[in-house]
C-alpha cells in the first residue's frame, strides 16, 4: 500500500504534467490573442491522457508501441510539462495541488488493488499486445472483430506494461477518477452558480450507482474512461453556456477536445457532439456576449486534423470509416464488414439485454420483460437525485432568492 501511496500520486503527476505541455503546444497552434494561462487541473490531467493516446496512436503509424523512443519522447514531455507547471506557478492554485494530491493519496489503494475487466483477456490486452509488438496491421479487425473498435484507452496502456505487470493500467483506470474528481471539487472552490449546482447533481448521481457495476469494473473497461469523458464535456460544456463574458477560442477548443476524447474511448459517445453543437449555436446566436462563429471555426481545426488522423486509422486496421458501423464500410480487400454488421448487432442486443442472444433485436418486448424491471431501482435513486439537485439549485439560485425576497415583501 505504501508504495501505491508513493508511486500513484507521480503517475497523475506525469499525466498532469504532459497534459500542460501540450495545452501550451495548442494554445501557440490556435494563435489566440487572449489565451487561458490557467486551466482546471482536472482537465489538464485529461488532456494529458488524450494527447499521449494521440501521440501513441500517430506512432503507431511507424512503429510498435514498445518502442524505447516513444517512452524518450513521453518523458521528454514530462519533463517540458513539469518546467511549465514551475514557471506558471500560481499561488493561488496551491489550493487545487492540494486537492488532487489527497484525491490521488486517497484512492491509491484502489489503484493498487483493481482486477482486470472481464473481457480484458478476451481482446482488450491481446489488442494492446499487437500495439506493442506491430506497427498498425491493415485489416487487422478480420483477426477478431473487437480489434476494430480500437478505443484509445488501448493506445494509452499499450505502453504501460511492465514485463507481465499491469499494475499502470490499474493506476490509468483510477487516473479518470481522480482528475473528474478534481475537476468536480474545483467547480465548488469557484462556486460558479450553476456548474456548481451541476456538479454536485454529478456527485449525488454517482454516489447513486452501484459502484461495482458502474465505475469499479476493472482495468481494460472502456465504460468509465468513456462516461467520465462525457460528463465532463457536459459539464464544462455548461460552464461556457452560462458565462458572462465572451468564450474564447480555446476555450471552444478544449470543449472540442474533450468531446473528441470521449468519442475516441467509446464511440457511442459520438451523441456529446449534439451537446456541444448545442453550446456554440447557443452562445453566438442567443447569448450575443461576443462569441463569433469565426472563432468558433477556428477552434475546431485541430480537433477536425486529429478526427481526420483517427478515421484513417479505423480505415487501415477494419475497411470502415466509422466501426462497428456496417454502412460506413468500404468495398476494399481488407473491409471487415460481415465482422462490423456481427459485433454491431450483438452491441445492441447486450445493451437491451445482457447474455440473451439476439431475441432483443426483433422487437420490444424486452424493455418491459427485462429493461424497466432490471434498472427500477437505478431509475428510482436517479430520480431522488434529481429532486435533490434541482431543490439546492433553487436555493442557491440568484433569480429564485430575489424572486423569495419579492414576495416576502409584499406579503408584508
Not at 41 to 49: A, K, R, Y
Not at 270 to 283: D, E, P, S, T
Request: aromatic share 18%; charged share 10%; net charge neutral.
Amino acid at each position: 500500500m505504501i508504495f501505491n501511496i508513493i508511486f500513484f500520486p507521480l503517475f497523475i503527476l506525469a499525466f498532469v504534467s504532459l497534459g500542460s505541455f501540450f495545452f501550451e503546444v495548442i494554445v501557440k497552434f490556435t494563435a489566440n490573442n487572449k489565451p487561458i494561462n490557467q486551466i482546471d487541473l482536472g482537465l489538464t490531467g485529461f488532456l494529458g491522457l488524450f494527447f499521449t493516446g494521440l501521440l501513441n496512436l500517430t506512432f503507431n503509424f511507424f512503429a510498435p508501441l514498445n518502442s524505447p523512443i516513444l517512452l524518450i519522447l513521453i518523458f521528454i514531455g514530462i519533463v517540458l510539462g513539469v518546467k511549465i507547471l514551475v514557471e506558471k506557478r500560481d499561488f493561488s492554485q496551491s489550493l487545487r495541488f492540494n486537492s488532487l494530491f489527497a484525491v490521488s493519496v486517497i484512492l491509491a489503494p484502489l489503484a493498487g488493488t483493481m482486477g482486470v475487466g472481464y473481457d480484458g483477456g478476451l481482446y482488450h490486452l491481446p489488442h494492446q499486445l499487437w500495439l506493442r509488438n506491430e506497427s498498425i496491421v491493415i485489416g487487422l479487425a478480420n483477426f477478431h472483430g473487437r480489434f476494430g473498435f480500437g478505443s484509445l484507452l488501448e493506445y494509452i496502456s499499450s505502453p504501460l506494461w511492465l514485463g507481465n505487470n499491469f499494475i499502470l493500467l490499474s493506476y490509468l483506470q483510477v487516473s479518470f477518477l481522480v482528475f473528474f474528481s478534481a475537476f468536480l471539487i474545483n467547480q465548488v472552490i469557484d462556486f460558479q452558480g450553476r456548474s456548481l449546482t451541476l456538479s454536485i447533481g454529478i456527485i449525488v448521481s454517482l454516489l447513486s450507482l452501484p459502484l461495482r457495476d458502474y465505475v469499479l469494473q476493472g482495468y481494460t473497461y472502456t465504460d468509465l474512461p468513456a462516461g467520465i469523458s462525457f460528463a465532463s464535456t457536459f459539464l464544462y460544456g455548461w460552464t461556457i453556456l452560462n458565462k458572462q463574458n465572451q468564450v474564447f477560442r480555446n476555450e471552444y477548443l478544449l470543449l472540442f477536445i474533450l468531446g473528441l476524447s470521449a468519442f475516441f474511448y467509446k464511440s457511442s459517445c459520438v451523441l456529446i457532439a449534439l451537446w456541444c453543437l448545442f453550446v456554440v449555436m447557443y452562445r453566438i446566436f442567443y447569448h450575443k456576449k461576443g462569441d463569433t462563429l469565426y472563432e468558433c471555426i477556428n477552434a475546431a481545426r485541430l480537433p477536425l486534423f486529429i478526427l481526420a488522423i483517427w478515421i484513417f486509422k479505423n480505415l487501415i486496421m477494419t475497411g470502415c470509416l466509422l466501426y462497428p458501423a456496417s454502412s460506413s464500410c468500404l468495398n476494399l480487400d481488407w473491409s471487415s464488414y460481415s465482422n462490423a454488421l456481427n459485433d454491431s448487432n450483438w452491441i445492441t442486443a447486450w445493451a437491451r439485454h445482457p447474455s440473451s442472444g439476439l431475441y432483443s433485436l426483433e422487437d420490444s418486448s424486452w424493455f418491459l420483460s427485462w429493461w424497466l424491471p432490471h434498472y427500477s431501482n437505478l431509475i428510482k435513486r436517479l430520480t431522488v437525485s434529481g429532486l435533490i439537485v434541482g431543490l439546492f439549485y433553487l436555493l442557491i439560485h440568484p433569480d429564485f432568492r430575489s424572486f423569495s425576497r419579492l414576495s416576502g415583501n409584499e406579503a408584508v
